[in-house]
């Protein structure tokens, strides 16, 4: 009898990988292939944006995250359902379109060809608007970490301009992907709350907070000292709260044109991360905690309890590391070590010098299965969120493609999870609340799936009270998105559209 023997894989590496081939085609259709039915309540549009291609000219990118933003709207409305896809026409877009290959570094490897001699000094960075999208202050906005915003027409998708928020940002501004709303930011009306990282041996932090109209109500300004790769922060109603990976950065390989700038981060395993906890207002003094949390991209959520800031974030062993010439479409799942859902918990009274015992006090696992991308409902933004939902792998343990949603229960530590295994592979589950719900787990879980047998890209609406009954409706696209990063959702009141679909917002 064999005990503890390893599952059998749950996906085929070659099927995964074909989610990653360029989708250069623009669409523009109703969607009529459709199982189930679509929830008449559910009236607006969900908004998607990620590497469209993966290839320039036939030149493959070096890395998913260098690929050019491509958004897909899919706006429902009186139970049918409409998809549109563009591509932003950033200005590396247009140029590298015209010439048929690459003319830019990426960030993440991606070099021009001719090998390093014709990248050599060129320190160029192409704004790839490709990770995500928001609606904001009546602007609709595709996001990049590296620079400023790409406002595109919301009903069309056509790029307008780069966005710098009324001058807000400064040229080339970095303008983060991961804005937090604050539905009680400005007393009773939400706020949008974004920060920007000016990276060096001091990194330069901005954090502005904007009115529903887009219009500035606070910013401020820190110093933070050495280099900081922060890709996402928290929020609670007093505090910004973000996590400084421990890592370093070395930028001779990108400067000699050997390597992107994201292949010339190291992790170090010794050092604990920096946690900096910043008072959203007066003149408290800025709190620095350190945790071991290894290596974290995103935070579910953060929200206060006594005097301790409670954050549930997804953590890596380590920051997965990007090989020089190694080809990510051929990832070996089995070598990577899960990401996973913890909690840490910073202690607002902990003062310098007792760092040591703190570190190992603070964190417990909350999921071990292997886990990205969580949600949860926008109401719960600050405060204590009962429910998140998550891509997740098929199986309980090991690094795996994310296959199927998760959702976890806080309170009573059970999960619910769907899973579109053995051929399907999941993005980002965005959570929609039910109009006129006040329930933390009323509403749909809306995701897209990649559906490899057949090489084309489902919608899936499930219940997200029980998850385990499988979509309520599933509609068949004419074609695949290659895998996403981030989106959102946008209520048809939200943009101004009544329910007859005549514009009502002057
Ligand atoms: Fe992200």
Redesign the pocket.
Known sequence: MQLNSAPSLSYDLQQWSQGYQSQPHEYDYWIEDIEGEIPQDLDGTLLRNGPGLLDIGGYPIAHPFDGDGMVSAIAFRGGRAHYRNRFVRTQGYVEEQKAGKPLYRGVFGTQKPGGWLANLFDLRIKNLAN??IIYWGDRLLALWEGAEPHRLDPQTLETLALDHLDGLLKPGQAFS??PKIDPYGDRTNPCLVNFSIQPGLKSQLTIWELNRNGQPLRQSTHEIPGFCFI??FAITPQYYVFFQNPVSFNPFPFFLGLRGPGECINFDRQNPTQVWVIPRQGNQPIKKIEVNSGFV??HVNAFEEGNQIVVDSIGYESFPEVEPGSDFRYTDFNQLAPSQLWRFRLDLNHKRGDNAPHRWRDRQLLESRCCE?PQIHPQWVGKSHRYVYLGAAHHHQGSAPLQGILKRDNQSGETQFWSAAPHGFVSEPVFIPQPGSEGEDEGWIVSVVYESQKHRSDIIILDAQNLERGPTARLHLQHHIPYG??GSWISNQQLGIGRSGVQTKH
């Open positions: 990770t995500h992907a991961h890709h996402d991209f995103h991308f990063l981030h």
